[in-house]
């Protein structure tokens, strides 16, 4: 079955930590994938997507995500934390051209300032 | 360019009362999305429409939910009646024809 996991569910940084959060699909298929954020109080938002070409790709406010096709991973990575960037993420993969995003469960990330 | 507007933005009701959700998608949006979020779990797609067609229900318990999009823009989403596991945020998207989809701010339903 298509599925989209994320590993972690909770994580704790300081500012300046360096970020990595996990994604991995299910499906040997085409795939799009996307990160969406979601800021306490406010709407899910897109931060970045792949739909071919380079598998390194840059989104807004610095974050960056590598597909990896070998490994069915999509992970999210940003350099610096900071504060503002305390929210929720969600992976997300749209299989096959079918327009039906599935997400994952999302990861919590609280950065302390 | 607006965003997806959704109506009400809470709600609280009781067990086995009715309850509707309205979304207004971005304009020109053919594809437009329904999704529960249940509280620390992803959001899950309930049903996908094409204008007004229905794409994919399979999520959608169809023995309380219904959804539909007349004339391929607004749509509305229904529970009758309504359970204490239907508690949740209802989420509206609509997308480019590339798949890139826009989220509204959801409704929060508390059902008591």
């Known amino acids: 079955a298509q599925s989209v996991s994320q590993h972690n569910h909770h994580v704790i940084l300081s500012e300046a930590a360096s970020l990595e959060l996990g994604c991995n699909y299910s499906y040997g298929g085409t795939v799009n994938l996307f990160w969406y954020v979601q800021y306490p109080g406010q709407h899910l938002q897109l931060l970045l997507k792949?739909?071919?070409?380079?598998?390194l790709v840059k989104g807004i406010k610095g974050f960056e995500a590598e597909f990896i096709k070998s490994k069915f991973s999509f992970n999210l990575r940003k350099p610096s934390v900071q504060w503002s960037d305390t929210a929720e993420y969600f992976c997300a993969g749209e299989m096959d051209s079918s327009y039906k995003l599935i997400f994952g469960s999302g990861t919590r990330l609280l950065v302390r300032p | 360019e607006a965003g997806v507007a959704q109506s009400p933005r809470y709600k609280i009701i009781e067990k086995r009362q009715s309850v509707a959700f309205w979304c207004n998608p971005i304009?020109?949006?053919?594809?437009l999305y329904w999704y529960q979020q249940i509280l620390g779990q992803g959001p899950k797609l309930l049903i996908q429409?094409?204008?007004?067609?229905?794409?994919?229900d399979s999520q959608l318990p169809k023995d309380r939910f219904s959804a539909e999009r007349l004339k391929g823009v607004d749509s509305t989403l229904k529970i009758q009646p309504a359970k204490l596991e239907d508690s949740a945020v209802y989420l509206c998207?609509?997308?480019?024809?590339?798949?890139?989809?826009?989220f509204g701010q959801g409704t929060r339903l508390t059902v008591v």
């Open positions: 429409f094409q204008n007004n067609g229905v794409v994919d």
């Open positions: 792949y739909f071919s070409g380079d598998p």
């Open positions: 304009s020109g949006h053919a594809t």
């Open positions: 998207a609509s997308s480019t024809p590339e798949g890139e989809a826009f």
